[in-house]
């Protein structure tokens, strides 16, 4: 018995490139035709092609990922509440409990956005200049969510080894979080994203 391979022919970079549709995940419809998704194409293609052409289709999935990803539009901090709120539109994706500014150093009200995110950060004793030692064990753990500044100082999101502290009033302003909760709300934000911040 003959095997006979269908062949596939795409345009990429200005050229056509065919390989045997058996290499590609397909479905067949009640005609018999194949049905294959750009998802699928994609995946197979992948290891057929120059390490150059590689390249360009992994960027479309990184870009096609970052479509995918479910963004908060908002976030509302409710001080009273010791608990901040990530909506999407009017649709709440998640709420966490942190730890809020202490008398005198009060978190701010009003309405900000994010400015800086950054991952790992490093902090800066301001009282003696020192500088820790990034992870989960320094003052500002594993995230940094920054929305408010003078210039000098900044306020932000921000990880903490003192977990217990959470629900308490206890920063220099700034809301603390655990670092598996400000990991999570990290992939959720974007620079840009308001934040509201009530008493």
């Given at each position: 018995?003959?095997?006979?391979?269908?062949?596939i022919?795409?345009?990429l970079?200005?050229?056509?490139l065919?390989?045997?549709i058996?290499?590609?995940?397909?479905r067949?419809d009640?005609g018999?035709?194949?049905?294959?998704?750009?998802?699928?194409?994609?995946?197979?293609i992948?290891s057929?092609?120059t390490?150059?052409?590689?390249?360009?289709?992994?960027?479309?999935?990184?870009?096609?990922?970052?479509?995918?990803r479910?963004?908060?539009?908002?976030?509302?901090?409710k001080?009273k509440?010791r608990?901040v709120?990530a909506?999407?539109?009017?649709r709440?994706?998640a709420?966490y409990?942190?730890?809020?500014?202490?008398?005198?150093?009060?978190?701010?009200?009003?309405k900000?956005?994010?400015t800086q995110?950054?991952k790992?950060p490093?902090?800066?004793n301001?009282w003696?200049?020192?500088?820790?030692a990034?992870?989960?064990?320094?003052?500002l753990?594993?995230?940094?969510?920054?929305?408010w500044?003078?210039?000098?100082?900044?306020i932000g999101?921000?990880?903490?080894p003192?977990?217990?502290l959470?629900?308490?009033?206890v920063?220099?302003?700034?809301?603390?979080?655990?670092?598996?909760?400000?990991?999570?709300?990290?992939?959720?934000?974007?620079k840009?994203?308001l934040?509201?911040v009530q008493?």
């Amino acid at each position: 018995m003959k095997f006979r391979q269908l062949l596939i022919s795409l345009t990429l970079a200005g050229g056509s490139l065919f390989f045997p549709i058996s290499l590609i995940n397909k479905r067949v419809d009640a005609g018999g035709m194949a049905i294959l998704s750009k998802i699928e194409i994609t995946k197979n293609i992948t290891s057929l092609i120059t390490p150059a052409i590689s390249e360009k289709v992994s960027l479309t999935d990184k870009i096609s990922w970052a479509e995918s990803r479910v963004l908060a539009t908002r976030l509302v901090l409710k001080l009273k509440e010791r608990r901040v709120y990530a909506y999407q539109d009017d649709r709440l994706l998640a709420s966490y409990r942190v730890a809020i500014g202490k008398k005198g150093w009060e978190t701010p009200q009003g309405k900000f956005e994010i400015t800086q995110m950054v991952k790992n950060p490093k902090w800066e004793n301001p009282w003696n200049g020192r500088i820790s030692a990034p992870g989960p064990n320094s003052p500002l753990g594993e995230r940094w969510i920054g929305f408010w500044t003078d210039g000098k100082d900044s306020i932000g999101f921000h990880g903490t080894p003192g977990e217990h502290l959470m629900g308490q009033a206890v920063s220099h302003g700034c809301v603390r979080m655990k670092n598996a909760d400000v990991r999570a709300l990290f992939e959720l934000v974007d620079k840009g994203i308001l934040v509201i911040v009530q008493p």
